[in-house]
Structure formats: structure tokens, C-alpha cells
């Protein structure tokens, strides 16, 4: 009896939509996860702190605040409390987490380093100099656009730097990246030692905030600012997805499939640079949100950038939620810098990372 065997091209045609069936389902697996973890954890998080407020009545107070409901509140400081602190808070949370997760994702594209993020290589330390620039000086009374600005100049100007430094013959230097990050980090710590010790004791507080990241004080005036950035960033990161994919092929390849280089790198840096300062300006610095995120959801959905982009914003959000929600209620009466406990997570992280670099590269290079 004569057994048939299934010959190879065969073998790849059958296994072919196999593997796009996964590749679909842990998309909308990943997507949908992400989306009802996001809704779930900001009731919960408005819930929770020094007031207790059931889940039900954050929902009711929400379809009152919209206009969708008329039924009376449980107690009537319910509604101040959810509208005036913890809402605007959550926004924020959302979408610092989303701005930075994007902005680690777009700066690994480029810089064709995985190691890349804000806050590793100085570009959140950058921003926050500009920043704290504003405050001790009095800049900051004038418009809440002032302070963004300031920071968006010193992370664009940061991030121009790291780039030029970084780079050599087409690639990026894993070694140099990190140690331009270092001098970068040092430089900013020295300067805003600098303004804490000119600025008087408001600034320094207020300095100080900059330095360990808080989202406590969030106001819907903040909001205004921080949200046209951030959607406007990530629809041109949308727009730059094809070319970022591009971009992995090296700069040659790129450019001969028509990929106008520069001009994708300096849209790019400007992206980074606004997207970073929108969370930095008012958040203060959050460092390795940039670099979790989009590693993770690498591992799930591949590479592709139009999908890591959506997947890393929804995680970011996701990541800066639950941070903030453990800053918020993780000792009784405090507040915990958002900062710090990302560093806690973030840290361990990147030296796990920089020793598979090192092992997949043979060594430094």
C-alpha cells in the first residue's frame, strides 16, 4: 500500500492561513483584553481612595455628568469628588501612559534600538529642565501653554541631541546610546539642582514633583492641553506606521523603496519630542512606560507598526492606570510618586533587556 505524503509546497499553503487565523485571533484576543481591562480598571479606580464609592454610582455619576441621567446621587459630595479630582486624574493617567507607551515605540523605530525610550535617554529629563525653567522664573502665570512649550523645545532640543550622538554609519550604537543617555540624565539632574537651589520653596516643591513624577493635582485645564497633543501625535504616528515598518529593513532599503528618510526621522523626533513633553509638563518625569509597553505588545502582535502603535497606546494607558491606582491606595492617607514605582517595575526591566541585547549581539557593539 502506497502511503502519500504531503509535499512541501503544499505544507506551506496549508499552514499559511493557519497562522494568519492566530496571528487575527491574538490580535482581537490582545485588543479586546486591553480595551475592557482599560474600562474596568477606571471605575475601579474612581471608586477607590479615602472615599469609597461603589462602581454603580461612579457609572450613574458619569451618566449624569454627560447629561444621560437624571437620578439623584447617593450622597451629594459624590459628584464633586468624581468631577473635580479622580475623572480628571484617570484622563490624565490615560493618556500619559498612551503618550509615552507611543513615543517609546516610535523612538525605537528610529533610533533601531529596542533599548530606546523618553526616560533612558534623557528626553524626559530634557523636558522637565524646560519646565522647571518656567517655574522658577514666573513663566508659568502667564498661560498653561507656557510651560508645554518650554518643555517641548528642551525635549525636542534633547532628543536632536541623543539622535546625532547616538548614530554612527547608518546605525545606532547601543553602548553610545546608553551612555549619551547617562550624560544627558546628568546634565538635566544638574540643572535642575540649579533652579531648585535659585528657586524659592514653592519652586522647589513643585521642582521636586518634576523629578518623581505625580499625577496628583490633575485638573480638566490640563487636560485641554495635554489631549489635542496627544491625539494629533497619534494620528501622525498612524501615518508614519507604513514607513516606521520600512525603516526595520535599515535606512538603504528604506530609502530605495521610497521612503523619504530624513524627512520620516524629523517628523519622528517631533513626534517623540511633543508626545514626551505633553506627559512630562504636567506629570513630571515617568520613566520606562516608553520601554515595557511596546515590548510587550511586540511579543504579542509582532512588529508591525500600525497595530503595535494602537496596541502600546491601549497598554500604556492601561500600565499608568493601575500605577496611579496603586500610588493613590497603596498607604493609607498618601500619595506615592507614580515615578518611583514605575522605576521599581521599569528598572529590572531594562537591565533584563540590556543583557539580551548584549547576548543576541555577541557583546557591545
Not at 450622597?75 to 493618556?95: K, M
Not at 503595535?308 to 491606582?325: H, K, N, Q, R, Y
Request: hydrophobic fraction near 55%; charged fraction near 10%.
Amino acid at each position: 500500500m502506497t502511503r502519500l505524503e504531503a509535499s512541501p509546497e503544499a505544507t506551506v499553503a496549508t499552514s499559511a492561513p493557519l497562522e494568519t487565523r492566530r496571528s487575527t485571533g491574538r490580535r482581537i484576543a490582545l485588543f479586546t483584553g486591553l480595551s475592557v481591562a482599560l474600562v474596568v480598571f477606571a471605575l475601579v479606580s474612581a471608586g477607590m481612595g479615602q472615599l469609597q464609592i461603589a462602581p454603580g454610582e461612579v457609572w450613574n455619576s458619569l451618566l449624569r455628568g454627560l447629561g444621560l441621567s437624571d437620578a439623584p446621587a447617593a450622597a451629594p459630595h459624590v459628584d464633586a469628588a468624581l468631577w473635580t479630582i479622580r475623572f480628571p486624574r484617570i484622563v490624565a493617567a490615560i493618556l500619559i501612559g498612551a503618550a509615552l507607551s507611543v513615543a517609546g515605540t516610535i523612538m525605537q523605530a528610529v533610533f533601531a534600538n529596542p533599548l530606546a525610550e523618553p526616560g533612558v535617554v534623557g528626553v524626559s529629563s530634557g523636558a522637565a529642565l524646560g519646565a522647571a525653567v518656567t517655574i522658577v522664573f514666573g513663566l508659568t502665570a502667564t498661560s498653561d501653554w507656557v510651560t508645554a512649550g518650554a518643555s517641548f523645545l528642551a525635549g525636542l532640543a534633547t532628543t536632536m541631541v541623543v539622535y546625532l550622538a547616538s548614530r554612527s554609519g547608518g546605525r545606532t550604537e547601543v553602548v553610545t546610546l546608553v551612555l549619551t543617555g547617562i550624560a544627558v540624565n546628568a546634565f538635566a539632574a544638574g540643572g535642575l539642582a540649579l533652579l531648585t537651589f535659585l528657586g524659592d520653596t514653592a519652586s522647589r516643591e513643585e521642582i521636586i514633583f518634576w523629578q518623581l513624577g505625580s499625577l496628583n493635582g490633575s485638573r480638566w485645564q490640563e487636560i485641554g492641553v495635554i489631549a489635542p497633543l496627544v491625539a494629533v501625535s497619534l494620528v501622525f504616528a498612524f501615518v508614519l506606521a507604513r514607513q516606521l515598518d520600512l525603516f526595520s529593513l535599515g535606512e538603504r532599503s528604506a530609502r530605495h523603496l521610497g521612503v523619504n528618510v530624513e524627512r520620516v526621522r524629523i517628523v519622528s523626533i517631533v513626534l517623540v519630542a511633543v508626545l514626551t513633553c505633553a506627559a512630562v509638563a504636567f506629570a513630571g518625569i515617568i520613566s520606562f512606560v516608553g520601554l515595557i509597553v511596546p515590548h510587550l505588545m511586540r511579543m504579542v502582535i509582532g512588529p508591525a507598526h500600525r497595530g503595535l502603535i494602537a496596541a502600546s497606546a491601549l497598554g500604556g494607558a492601561l500600565l499608568l492606570l493601575v500605577a496611579d491606582l496603586v500610588a493613590r491606595t497603596a498607604v493609607p492617607m498618601a500619595d506615592l510618586p507614580i515615578g518611583m514605582l514605575t522605576s521599581l517595575v521599569g528598572g529590572p526591566f531594562f537591565f533584563w533587556l540590556l543583557r539580551r541585547q548584549r547576548k543576541g549581539a555577541g557583546g557591545w557593539r
